[in-house]
Structure formats: C-alpha cells, structure tokens
C-alpha cells in the first residue's frame, strides 16, 4: 500500500464518518438551542426538559436515516473489501 493510497483511504473514511454523524450533531444542536431557548424565555429549568425532546428527536431522525445510513455504510465496506487486492501490493 502505497502513502497516497493509505491517505486517500483515511480521507474517505473520515469523510464517511462525518457524513453519518452530521445529520444527528446537527437535529441535536438545533434541538438543544430550541430548549435553551424556551427555557430562558420561560424560566423552566427541568433537566429531564433538555434530554427527553432531544433523546425523541434523534431516534426518530435515526429511523428515518437508518436506510440511507446503513447502505452507506455497505457500499464503504464493500468497495474497502473489493480494494484490498490492492492494498496487499
């Protein structure tokens, strides 16, 4: 495995891995600054407030991307096994 190969390999997972955890980061973030904020407005500072929505809205969002998120991950591992010839040279 040449230096160029092993990079290019290392730029492609680390880009698989932002990929598939930027879309719950972000529905997190947003949800979280949503709470914050109706908790400034309202003066309610309940902690089972911030995590209950949160915790909701990412497995709903984990349901709806699970699809797209695991063919993703089977095509990275297959074109990662189908490359391993390659690799050994």
Known sequence: MTPEYAVEL??????QAVSLAAPILLVA??????I???QAVTTI???TLTFV???L?????LV???????????QFTTLV?????????
Do not use: D, N
Not at 29 to 34: H, K, W, Y
Not at 81 to 89: T, W, Y
């Open 10 to 15: 290392l730029k492609t997972t680390i880009f």
């Open 53 to 55: 929505p949160k915790a």
């Open 45 to 47: 500072h309940e902690q």
């Open 29 to 34: 973030m947003v949800v979280g600054l949503a």
């Open 36 to 38: 914050s904020l109706f």
């Open 57 to 61: 809205c990412i497995i709903a969002l």
């Open 81 to 89: 096994i189908e490359k391993m010839p390659e690799m050994v040279r």
């Open 64 to 74: 709806v991307l699970l699809p797209w998120m695991l063919r993703t991950v089977i």
